[in-house]
């Protein structure tokens, strides 16, 4: 669930009567979820659980959700066929996915960045760009035994005051990339953080806000455990 802010959107939905379980490897993420959250009738329930092992009964959700985070499983295909076991049968997944890495810049500038900077890593990482093509996606989801699947693309742009605001929100984003910059010295974070401008330099914000305007796009698809 990462930081909640799906699950918090969820559970308004449900409300009143219906129940959400925010799950999340990270415990850190949990805690920032319940704090975004508050405590009120509506808040999810948030529990620590490994997406590819899921620890619900079978066919104990009526849907599943995953924001952005298909793509950062280590076996996306068990987390699918975690998500298939655990809805009810007619039950439905609904997920997002970066688009294609040339529509998203949001990420891809800092990953330009990194890229000019830093050596390439000694074990390549798959793409979050992955899914990012609709045909793609949908034999994703239909090889792990859904069907209706819905797909529809989702672009917006994101305001950002200043280079740092970017490179924050990038590292927001990143997973476990960001804990790896993390453990870079501080010196090359911060040679980072400035060189990031420059491929920023295409979304210069031209209406009086001043800062960058920086697009993406994702995928949303939603689909069905068959009866």
Not at 140 to 160: V, W
């Amino acid at each position: 669930s990462g930081p909640g802010l799906l699950a918090g959107q969820a559970a308004l939905r449900v409300a009143p009567g219906g129940v959400v379980l925010a799950t999340d490897i990270a415990e850190g993420m949990l805690a920032e979820g319940a704090r975004r959250c508050g405590e009120h009738a509506d808040t999810p329930c948030f529990a620590a659980a490994d997406a590819e092992h899921l620890c619900l009964a079978d066919a104990s959700m009526d849907r599943v959700l995953a924001g952005l985070a298909l793509f950062i499983f280590p076996h996306p295909e068990r987390a699918l066929a975690e998500m298939h076991r655990v809805l009810v049968p007619g039950g439905r997944v609904a997920l997002s996915v970066w688009g294609a890495r040339e529509t998203v810049p949001l990420i891809h500038r800092a990953q330009d960045t990194i890229a000019r900077l830093l050596p390439p890593p000694k074990v390549p990482r798959p793409s979050v760009f992955r899914y990012g093509q609709p045909d793609v996606l949908a034999a994703t989801l239909a090889a792990a035994g859904f069907n209706g699947i819905d797909i529809r693309p989702c672009a917006f742009s994101c305001h950002f005051a200043d280079a740092e605001a970017y490179w924050q929100a990038f590292l927001d984003l990143a997973g476990g990339a960001a804990e790896a910059l993390g453990r870079l010295p501080e010196a090359v974070q911060a040679q980072l953080r400035a060189a990031v401008v420059d491929d920023l330099a295409h979304h210069c914000c031209d209406d009086g806000r001043g800062g960058f305007l920086v697009p993406a796009r994702t995928l949303v698809a939603s689909a069905r455990r068959p009866d």
